[in-house]
């Protein structure tokens, strides 16, 4: 079973404190809403778990292996992620960008690279460029990227942005049929599209992770759900 655990985590950038965890531990599979104002420190808590920035305190554990310097590469292929898209591989074609994949994750290559691409509903040529997509077909094709390798932890930020009803479904569908023994984190602004897929709640405020919640408890206490939840935790404290 899939854990991770913070304790006592700290990041600033510029003397700015972005994170500050006392402690987080998911030790259930499943599907794990993140969600807060911008600016929380959201991303940059899941930057910090895949080992793509390192807290300046405390320590984090994969699978009870402690995240280090020496580690992160190889706890990294535990990991599949999607984070805002970087304008880097906008002149990659698909091809390229899955051949650099696998070639690194050391996985066995398709007959063809549409087994990939069909996962997700994407019908394109693997020879169109990357910023040739759309911002909806570039987020269901990094997702696709993200699983090849079939990691324990999922990590997406914001992976509904830019996606039209019929790929929020296929995402939707996709993600809930990977997290059946495997742990997966999202963050997005849309709470109804992420209501509908969760099925644990982490709000975070000013770098502070609260309390998680289930989204059945929070369904049963709450007539609007998790906007009535959002409300209550992140505007109403602070009135």
């Excluded at 807290?55 to 292996?65: H, K, L, N, V």
């Excluded at 310097?69 to 805002?84: C, D, P, Q, R, Y």
């Excluded at 390798?149 to 830019?162: K, S, T």
Aim: net charge negative; hydrophobic share 40%; proline share 5%.
């Amino acid at each position: 079973m899939p854990t991770l655990k913070m304790l006592d985590v700290t990041k600033s950038f510029t003397q700015t404190p972005i994170l500050n965890v006392d402690s987080l531990y998911l030790k259930t599979s499943g599907i794990y809403g993140l969600i807060g104002p911008n600016g929380a420190g959201k991303t940059t808590l899941l930057k910090c778990l895949c080992g793509l920035l390192f807290p300046d305190t405390g320590t984090i554990f994969i699978d009870d292996e402690r995240l280090s310097l020496t580690n992160h590469a190889e706890i990294l292929m535990k990991i599949g992620s999607v984070f805002a898209q970087s304008d880097t591989i906008f002149n990659l074609t698909i091809d390229e960008l899955l051949e650099t994949h696998y070639y690194f994750y050391k996985l066995k290559r398709p007959r063809d690279w549409h087994t990939v691409l069909d996962s997700v509903g994407l019908k394109v040529p693997v020879q169109t460029k990357i910023g040739d997509l759309s911002l909806g077909m570039r987020q269901r094709l990094l997702l696709a990227v993200a699983i090849t390798h079939q990691p324990e932890f999922l990590f997406l930020d914001e992976p509904f942005n830019g996606l039209d009803p019929d790929g929020v479904l296929i995402v939707k569908q996709l993600i809930q049929k990977f997290a059946q023994d495997k742990l997966v984190i999202i963050t997005s602004h849309d709470l109804t599209d992420l209501q509908a897929v969760i099925e644990h709640v982490l709000i975070m405020t000013a770098g502070s992770v609260h309390p998680i919640t289930s989204v059945s408890e929070i369904e049963n206490n709450y007539p609007n759900g998790l906007a009535d939840y959002y409300q209550a935790i992140v505007h109403d404290k602070k009135k």
